[in-house]
C-alpha cells in the first residue's frame, strides 16, 4: 500500500506551527494511473493520491474521433468528464482544467484522432466542435481554472503558421462565448517555460509576450516545465525566478500545470530518485518566488510502458518516470518532499 509509514494524510494536519510560512499554491494530480487496466483501477489510483493534494488536474484533449461520428459536445462531457470532476468535488477538491487541441506529445503536429481522420483544426468545422466541447466543459464543470490551450508558444515554434493561427482564433472564440455567460473559471493559455527561455537550441531569453497579445483573454498564466529537458543537469542551477520572469511585465497570476523531473537516467540524461526529491525542494523556492497559484503533476506514478508500448520514436519513455511513486505504487523520496510542502497552511 502506498500511504506507507510516516506519510501523513493532509486531514491528519493543518501543517500550522510555529515558523512554518504559508503557501500560495493549490498542489495535485491528474488521473492518469500508471496503467490501463480498468475504470476500477484508475479510481483506486486517485484514491491513493488524494491524501497528497487539494486539488486535481483534469488534462484534456477534445474528443475528436467522438465529435466527427457525430455525438454531441455537450453529451461528450456529461459522459466523461463530469463523472471524474464530481469525484474529484466529493474528495474536497478543488479543480484545474487543461484542453489539448494538439498533439501532448510532438507540438509540431495536430491531435492523432483528427490526422487519422484527414481532419485540421484550420477546418471551421473543426474549430466549432472545439469551441461547442470546450464551453460545455466551463458551463458543466466550472473549474477553477480553465486552460483553454497548451503550450502555446511551442506550438507557434514547432507547427505550422496556419494551426497556431487556428488556436489563437478558437480559443478567443470560446473566451468570448463564456466571458458572455459569465460563467466562473479564470482562463489561461499554457506556456513552455523552456522554450521561454530558450533553453531548446542554446538560445537566449525569449519570454511569452506574443502570447500575451495572441492570447489577451488570460487571466492567469499556465506554466508546462520539465528542467530536465531544458539542460539542467542538477535542479539547484534552476534560477530562482524561473517562474516568476515569465509573468514580468503583467499581473496575471502563475500557475504550474504540468512538469516534473525523471528519476532515472534517459540517453544523456542523468538522473536518480534522490536528485528528482532535490528538484521538489527547488521547485519550492521558484513557486514561493513566484506566489504561485498551483503546482501540478500529470503523473502521480510513473508510466509502466511495457503493458502498452509506445510506437517507435515516441518521446513518451521521456516522461515515464516522474511519479512521486514508482509503478508499482511504492513511493519515492521526492513524496517526502511534497507532503512537507503541503503541510504548510494554504493561504491564497
Same mark, same amino acid.
Request: one cysteine or more.
Given at each position: ?16 506551527? =510555529? ?14 494511473? $500508471? ?13 491513493? &493520491? ?13 474528443? &475528436? ?6 455525438? *454531441? ?15 474529484? /468535488? ?42 461547442? !466541447? ?8 466550472? $473549474? ?11 506550438? /507557434? ?10 488556436? @489563437? ?22 506556456? #513552455?517555460?523552456?522554450?521561454? !527561455? ?5 538560445? *537566449?531569453? #525569449?519570454? @511569452? ?25 542538477? +535542479? ?9 520572469? @515569465?509573468? #514580468? ?11 516534473? &523531473? ?5 540517453? *544523456? ?40 508500448? =509506445? +510506437? ?20 519515492? +523520496?521526492?513524496?517526502?518532499? !511534497?507532503?512537507?510542502?503541503?503541510? /504548510?497552511?494554504?493561504?491564497?
Amino acid at each position: 500500500m502506498l500511504l506507507s509509514v510516516g506519510v501523513v494524510a493532509v486531514g491528519c494536519s493543518d501543517g500550522n506551527g =510555529p515558523g512554518v510560512r504559508p503557501r500560495t499554491f493549490l498542489m495535485g494530480f491528474s488521473a492518469i494511473p $500508471p496503467r490501463l487496466d480498468s475504470t476500477a483501477n484508475v479510481i483506486a489510483a486517485i484514491n491513493n &493520491w488524494v491524501p497528497h493534494a487539494d486539488a486535481a488536474i483534469m488534462h484534456v484533449s477534445p474528443p &475528436w474521433a467522438a465529435l466527427l461520428a457525430g455525438h *454531441t459536445p455537450a453529451g461528450a462531457v456529461d459522459t466523461v468528464e463530469v463523472p471524474l470532476a464530481n469525484y474529484y /468535488r466529493t474528495k474536497g477538491l478543488d479543480i484545474v482544467f487543461t484542453v489539448d487541441a494538439t498533439d501532448g506529445l510532438n507540438r509540431a503536429a495536430e491531435a492523432p484522432e483528427l490526422v487519422q481522420a484527414g481532419r485540421s483544426i484550420t477546418d471551421t468545422m473543426v474549430q466549432r466542435l472545439y469551441r461547442e !466541447w470546450v464551453f460545455a466543459v466551463a458551463n458543466a464543470i466550472r $473549474p477553477d481554472y480553465l486552460g483553454l490551450a497548451a503550450e502555446t508558444n511551442l506550438i /507557434r515554434a514547432a507547427a505550422p503558421d496556419s494551426v497556431y493561427q487556428a488556436v @489563437i482564433t478558437m480559443t478567443n472564440a470560446v473566451a468570448a462565448q463564456i466571458r458572455a455567460a459569465s460563467l466562473p473559471s479564470k482562463l489561461y493559455v499554457s506556456v #513552455q517555460v523552456e522554450t521561454a !527561455w530558450g533553453r531548446f537550441g542554446g538560445g *537566449t531569453y #525569449q519570454g @511569452i509576450g506574443q502570447d500575451l497579445t495572441d492570447f489577451s483573454f488570460m487571466q492567469a498564466i499556465g506554466l508546462s516545465s520539465y528542467p530536465y529537458l531544458g539542460g539542467f543537469t542538477v +535542479p539547484e542551477s534552476i534560477p530562482l525566478d524561473y517562474y516568476s520572469r @515569465i509573468a #514580468q511585465g503583467t499581473t496575471l497570476p502563475l500557475l504550474v500545470v504540468e512538469g516534473g &523531473w525523471s528519476s532515472v537516467s534517459l540517453d *544523456t540524461i542523468v538522473s536518480s530518485p534522490a536528485e528528482q526529491a532535490r528538484y521538489f525542494a527547488r521547485q519550492e523556492l521558484l513557486l514561493d518566488s513566484a506566489q504561485a497559484k498551483g503546482v501540478f503533476q500529470l503523473t502521480f506514478y510513473d508510466l509502466d510502458l511495457s503493458a502498452n508500448p =509506445p +510506437p517507435p520514436g515516441s518521446i513518451l519513455p521521456l516522461f515515464a518516470h516522474l511519479g512521486l511513486a514508482d509503478s508499482a505504487m511504492h513511493a519515492k +523520496p521526492a513524496l517526502a518532499v !511534497w507532503d512537507d510542502l503541503l503541510k /504548510r497552511p494554504y493561504a491564497p
